[in-house]
């Protein structure tokens, strides 16, 4: 499937260009996704622990320990996710290749269906037919891509998103540790990791609207709802804690 994989991309750069298609277009995704789950993650945590524990050394010791056990986390879910998609996709070009191989009759067939629903008269479909079929790896692109769903785009690098993923994360989580590091005091510290994790998520929300194409205010007051969300159970959390500890 290699050889399938090289011609699909050559066919993605050609005919779609957005940047969007492109392997460091879709890698947005992962980053955005991982920073922002790192921070919201980290900040909840943090602030959590803030309210039960008076030593920022301690909470920072905890934070920087969840930090990397949760850009692990990341880092195998999107390898194993990946993975498995590729695998998968794999598997059903290899069954379309052979019924290609073996079966062309009931194949053309099926193509002929899918040019009847895009509005193709029979005849206009004979013609297009003939020249779909007269490359059998423009062929399986055409029946991939038409009866599977399977587009270029899906193909991604396990390591390569789950590195994204996972040192999107770390990045992510460095914000609302960063304070702890400077003084013992944990309430005052959670308070300015609080301010310094909005400020951050704002940023982060910002930034999505290259991809999103929406309104940048607008991305980054969504993603600093959801960090007060987060921020709130974690002192919620932490309260309780520490009326479960007294």
Partial sequence: MKEYRARVGHFSKRFHGEEWHTPKGRAIREVVFGMND????????????????????????????????????????AYISTKSQSEYFDRELRRE????????EKEIAEMQEIFA????????????????TSDKQHWLEFMAKEELGIVPETFDNPLKVGATMGISFLIGALPPLLPFAFTHRA???????????LVALFFIGAGRSKVTKLNW??????IMIIGILAGSAGLLFGHFSSLILK
């Avoid at 959590?48 to 050394?57: F, R, Y």
């Avoid at 290749?97 to 062309?104: C, D, K, L, S, Y």
């Avoid at 309430?187 to 994790?197: E, H, N, Q, R, T």
């Fill in 97 to 104: 290749a052979r019924e290609i191989e073996e079966v062309p």
């Fill in 117 to 132: 629903e895009k509005g193709f008269t029979k005849s206009e479909a004979d013609i297009l037919v003939k020249r779909v």
């Fill in 38 to 77: 790192g921070l919201i993650t980290t900040i909840g945590f943090v602030m959590g622990l803030a309210a039960s524990i008076k030593e920022s050394n301690l909470v920072l010791l905890a934070g920087i320990m969840a930090m990397f056990a949760g850009a692990i986390s990341m880092f195998f879910g």
């Fill in 187 to 197: 309430p005052l510290a959670a308070k300015v990791a609080g301010i310094v994790s």
């Fill in 217 to 222: 205010v607008r991305n980054g007051l969504e």
